[in-house]
């Protein structure tokens, strides 16, 4: 019996598909507009997934410097991905695969590999049929065993890398039923001076999707204001769309806020039409609502977090930020971030840290700021502030405590000075021979095993946990009987690697080797943050007991 070609597609599986495009300018917030027509969906009764395609050439964005892309998010298989599957996992409360993640790296090497192996028996390779059809490939595959697939197409219309991805999705287009797939397209509106919505920009963009064969049926304009209705007509005749296919998406205070702005215009249930699934979904009476429940909530008290790292951009910390924000949503309390820079608080500034109620060292690579990150952490230890160390600032709290308790001066970690004469890290056993960088690290998900009656089994309210992890390197040991008689446990631990540590002499001392920012989501915040938030609330409340702030 003959197979069908490899890019061939059933029409009979039922699944639909959304993809998501974006013009005039990239950062205009698709993704975030993407995850949120998925979360009405699934608050509808549909089971829905992501897949983001990124058409740079890295097979994944591990080797990628945070200042320039944002931060690496990590699933839990180990997929080292960009910060907008973050987001869709967040907004969707599910865990994705590599497999979800569609890069021009991974495209090519598979279909490069495939030719090198004789796959193509003697063809000509190409961009087609050879590179669109794995693209469809692995959207197929991404989207199996779900109502929805939502699938977001990163830069711009008309950048040359994203042009084999654009053409896959006018193939895809064609092999499917009418209804099921829909095109949207987030465009930016800007604002003359006197005021006025532009919509020369949308319509330029439009004109460049539909010159490569993609007609969109739903238009989202991003604008610092909804859309007025003049605009939306505007759009509507000059883009060949139906008026009501054009929706705003204004800026809004949280994130979390988009989907109730989008459902208000009405965008999922005009999705649910196009797509022919709206007699499939629950009644709007029937519809989950806990999602508006939570992000609309009354908060009482506000407390001020810093966090010190070295990246001046807070999308290097985009997963930090959510999860004090989950935690704020379980508290009940406005978690204000404050960012410092660590290469500040190397000479001891700390005036820095003067009026903050808590601090946070997140994870990182290289030698630059983390002198000033062993001084925001000694800040802590000696001030009594709370502190949560993740990753890196796990590690450089090991490294602070030798030095200024153990006494060991110059104590470090291997991987920041090769020549201390106290390695309190250093680098794993199985890393020793490894070249590469790219996807070498301890990745993805882990269990560690907990101590009875630490604050880590408090908190986690278990013997063990799952976290994700992004390290190469961790505590040696060597040095862990000598630390934990000097006052640190650790709590934590998975065979003979140190996983969680703590104080039991401070209000709040917590460093995980993992990196628990990566699992929190807005109804089921990170414990390690729930904690610290906690702590936080304790500590004011006991400092100022102010009415301001409410425990």
């Given at each position: 019996m003959p197979t069908e070609p490899?890019?061939?597609?059933?029409?009979?599986?039922?699944?639909?598909?959304?993809?998501?495009?974006?013009?005039?300018?990239?950062?205009?917030?698709?993704?975030?507009?993407?995850?949120?027509?998925?979360?009405?969906?699934?608050?509808?009764?549909?089971?829905?997934?992501?897949?983001?395609?990124?058409?740079?050439?890295?097979?994944?964005?591990?080797?990628?410097?945070?200042?320039?892309?944002?931060?690496?998010?990590?699933?839990?298989?180990?997929?080292?991905?960009?910060?907008?599957?973050?987001?869709?996992?967040?907004?969707?409360?599910?865990?994705?695969?590599?497999?979800?993640?569609?890069?021009?790296?991974?495209?090519?090497?598979?279909?490069?590999?495939?030719?090198?192996?004789?796959?193509?028996?003697?063809?000509?390779?190409?961009?087609?049929?050879?590179?669109?059809?794995?693209?469809?490939?692995?959207?197929?595959?991404?989207?199996?065993?779900?109502?929805?697939?939502?699938?977001?197409?990163?830069?711009?219309?008309?950048?040359?890398?994203?042009?084999?991805?654009?053409?896959?999705?006018?193939?895809?287009?064609?092999?499917?039923?009418?209804?099921?797939?829909?095109?949207?397209?987030?465009?930016?509106?800007?604002?003359?001076?006197?005021?006025?919505?532009?919509?020369?920009?949308?319509?330029?963009s439009v004109k460049e999707l539909r010159s490569i064969g993609l007609q969109p049926d739903v238009l989202v304009g991003r604008a610092d204001d909804p859309l007025e209705p003049a605009t939306k007509e505007k759009i509507a005749l000059f883009c060949d769309v139906p008026t009501d296919a054009v929706f705003s998406n204004p800026d809004v205070e949280d994130i979390y806020h988009v989907p109730l702005m989008v459902e208000e215009e009405g965008l999922d249930e005009y999705v649910m039409e196009r797509l022919n699934i709206a007699d499939e979904a629950l009644a709007p009476a029937e519809r989950d609502n806990r999602w508006r429940e939570l992000v609309t909530q009354n908060t009482t008290g506000e407390v001020t977090v810093a966090l010190v790292g070295k990246y001046g951009l807070e999308d290097a910390y985009l997963s930090i930020y959510e999860s004090l924000k989950h935690a704020s949503l379980a508290t009940g309390v406005d978690v204000n971030t404050k960012w410092i820079h660590a290469e500040k608080l190397a000479d001891g500034l700390d005036d820095e840290l003067a009026g903050v109620d808590g601090v946070v060292v997140p994870g990182g690579f290289g030698a630059r700021g983390t002198e000033g990150k062993i001084e925001a952490i000694r800040y802590c230890r000696e001030n009594d502030v709370p502190f949560l160390g993740l990753c890196l600032g796990f590690q450089m709290a090991v490294v602070e405590f030798a030095r200024n308790v153990l006494g060991l001066d110059g104590a470090h970690s291997a991987e920041l000075d090769e020549d201390t004469a106290y390695p309190i890290i250093d680098i794993l056993p199985e890393q020793y021979e490894i070249e590469d960088m790219g996807g070498t690290m301890r990745l993805g998900a882990h269990d560690t095993d907990i101590q009875d009656g630490t604050l880590a089994h408090e908190l986690y309210g278990a013997d063990s946990c799952t976290e994700r992890h992004r390290h190469r390197y961790e505590v040696n040991p060597v040095y862990i009987d000598d630390i934990e008689d000097a006052g640190m446990t650790f709590s934590g631990r998975a065979g003979n690697r140190m996983e969680i540590l703590e104080l039991d002499d401070h209000p709040y001392f917590f460093g995980t080797q993992f990196h628990p920012e990566f699992r929190s989501r807005p109804g089921r915040a990170s414990p390690p943050f729930v904690g610290f938030v906690e702590a936080i609330l304790e500590q004011v409340s006991t400092d100022d007991p102010s009415p301001e702030v409410e425990v």
């Open positions: 490899e890019g061939y597609y059933d029409p009979d599986l039922g699944r639909k598909f959304v993809f998501v495009t974006g013009g005039v300018m990239s950062g205009l917030g698709k993704g975030i507009t993407a995850a949120s027509t998925g979360r009405l969906l699934k608050n509808a009764g549909f089971d829905v997934t992501a897949v983001k395609i990124d058409p740079y050439l890295n097979v994944d964005a591990g080797t990628m410097n945070p200042f320039q892309h944002g931060e690496v998010y990590v699933l839990k298989d180990g997929g080292e991905v960009d910060l907008d599957l973050g987001n869709y996992e967040r907004f969707l409360d599910i865990d994705m695969t590599s497999d979800h993640n569609v890069t021009t790296g991974k495209v090519y090497q598979e279909v490069i590999e495939k030719e090198r192996a004789g796959d193509y028996l003697g063809k000509t390779v190409q961009i087609i049929p050879h590179i669109t059809d794995d693209i469809k490939r692995r959207i197929r595959e991404a989207a199996e065993g779900t109502d929805v697939c939502i699938i977001e197409v990163g830069g711009t219309v008309g950048d040359i890398e994203g042009m084999p991805y654009l053409e896959a999705l006018r193939q895809f287009a064609h092999e499917q039923d009418e209804d099921d797939i829909l095109f949207t397209h987030v465009t930016l509106v800007p604002y003359s001076k006197n005021g006025e919505q532009k919509t020369k920009p949308t319509q330029h």
